[in-house]
């Protein structure tokens, strides 16, 4: 299976702050990854597809990058709506698997 | 908007089976992937496995093989999760998810969520 590993597992910030959060593949996946946000007792909440591609609705301050198999999520200017647990998920091959996840806490 | 509304929570006792049902309403169903993915409590999303509903395609997570059948009822667009031979650490939330596009179970990210369905598995 391709594990995904995240870091850092959790981050503290203040609203106005930038966020990035990475999201290392253990082979190459191409850019079958994506990101969701998930706030407590919420369902996962779908924010970027393939690296990149904004999900209808979310906001432009959240954007995804790639280089080789390191990705990275960046929240610009955090708002307090942002504080949330953010997970990556490959879609390469059988299984899909997640990250373990990154907290984002209000400093 | 696509909703996906599933079955409330459940208790059930080491060895036993639950059946989690997913229901869908006011979008494309039939053509699209279901999967299945759980959250044991403080934990991280586990995909266990999914279903294209309109031909019955399914695929499993090899961890879940033997244990866990994904089907369907088109008619009611429905997607059921029956997990058998439940263990203490099968405690978790179960959230049935749509995949965005035509592919096969577990190939694509997923769109649309179900709110989850708390499974409790204690003697």
């Known amino acids: 299976d391709i594990k995904l590993t995240q870091s850092p597992s959790s981050v503290s910030a203040s609203v106005g702050d930038s966020v990035t959060i990475t999201c290392r593949a253990s082979?190459?996946?191409?850019?079958?990854l994506a990101w969701y946000q998930q706030k407590p007792e919420k369902a996962p909440k779908t924010l970027i597809f393939?690296?990149?591609n904004l999900q209808s609705g979310v906001p432009s301050r959240f954007s995804g990058s790639r280089s080789g198999t390191e990705f990275t999520l960046t929240i610009s200017s955090l708002q307090p709506e942002d504080f949330a647990t953010y997970y990556c998920q490959h879609y390469h091959s059988y299984p899909p698997t997640f990250g373990g996840g990154t907290k984002v806490e209000i400093k | 908007q696509v909703q996906l509304v599933q079955s409330g929570a459940a208790v059930k006792k080491p060895g036993s089976s639950v059946k989690v049902s997913c229901e869908a309403s006011g979008g494309s169903f039939t053509n699209y992937a279901v999967s299945w993915v759980r959250q044991a409590p403080g934990q991280g999303l586990e995909w266990l496995g999914g279903?294209?509903?309109?031909?019955?395609?399914?695929n499993y997570a090899q961890k879940f093989q033997g244990r866990v059948t994904i089907t369907t009822d088109a008619s009611t667009t429905t997607v059921y999760m029956d997990l058998s031979s439940l263990r203490s650490d099968d405690t978790a939330v179960y959230y049935c998810?749509?995949?965005?596009?035509?592919?096969?179970?577990?190939?694509?990210?997923?769109?649309?969520w179900g709110q989850g369905t708390l499974l409790t598995v204690s003697s």
């Open positions: 393939a690296v990149s």
């Open positions: 082979q190459d996946i191409s850019n079958w």
């Open positions: 279903i294209i509903p309109m031909f019955g395609t399914t």
């Open positions: 998810a749509r995949a965005s596009a035509v592919a096969p179970p577990g190939r694509d990210y997923f769109d649309y």
